[in-house]
């Protein structure tokens, strides 16, 4: 298995509303990360973590909270979003990410409406 | 931190063509060179990659050059495809910095038949 599964694969919500995206990968990695990519441009990273412990917080604003339950399930919870937070939300995970070369794989994304 | 420019930004190709992306990163000490492909609706997939130890690297039609002395880096795509349209972004990061890609600004291929 060579997946990365994130759910749901479209979210619309209100600014008022709390949701969260999902992410699962069977492979054994110890790394997991959430990028947001706007349309016609390049993921940009927002967390890291490694070994299930938050290394790599890019100055995300506090409306997004990332979790990882444990080394196979990472979270992303939303609460009070604006409009330009309106992206596609992608997981990736690695092996490790102790050297810095380490393979990413990423999911399909979930595509984020924010109302 | 690094900063990687990609060229063309978009790259129209007759089917059996070869397809050519290039890359310049400013980061010496960038050390990893993948490249990613992503197709409408889908996440990046990696379609190869380049350590700064070796110059080139090849898998079927693909291909990746590396020049460390002027800091570039290609993708090279022959007998292109139609299956072959999609992004692809090329990206460069360090041993230094813990892992955090930095990604160029991608290029729209389309190969038309």
């Known amino acids: 298995d060579t997946e990365v599964t994130q759910t749901p694969k479209h979210l619309v919500m209100g600014m008022t509303n709390k949701k969260s995206l999902k992410c699962e990968q069977h492979?054994?990695?110890?790394?997991m990360y959430w990028y947001k990519q706007k349309a016609k441009k390049p993921p940009e990273l927002m967390f890291v973590?490694?070994?299930?412990?938050?290394?790599i917080n890019e100055s995300v604003p506090s409306r997004f909270s990332p979790e990882c339950p444990n080394s196979s399930l990472l979270n992303l919870h939303l609460h009070a979003l604006q409009p330009e937070d309106s992206a596609l939300y992608l997981c990736?995970?690695?092996?490790?990410?102790?050297?810095?070369?380490?393979?990413?794989?990423f999911g399909s994304g979930t595509q984020l409406s924010v109302l | 931190g690094e900063n990687v420019e990609q060229h063309p930004s978009t790259l129209s190709v007759q089917e059996g063509d070869s397809a050519v992306i290039k890359c310049t990163y400013s980061?010496?000490?960038?050390?990893?060179f993948p490249w990613y492909k992503q197709e409408l609706g889908k996440g990046p997939q990696l379609i190869i990659d380049i350590r700064s130890n070796v110059g080139e690297k090849k898998d079927q039609r693909i291909a990746v050059t590396l020049n460390k002395t002027a800091k570039h880096f290609s993708l090279h795509i022959t007998e292109t495809q139609p299956e072959d349209s999609a992004v692809y972004f090329c990206a460069a990061c360090s041993t230094d910095s813990w892992g955090k890609l930095q990604f160029g600004a991608g290029t729209q291929v389309v190969v038309t038949p």
């Open positions: 973590y490694s070994y299930e412990k938050l290394s």
């Open positions: 980061d010496s000490a960038s050390n990893y």
């Open positions: 492979m054994g990695h110890r790394a």
């Open positions: 990736a995970s690695s092996q490790t990410r102790d050297r810095g070369d380490e393979k990413l794989f």
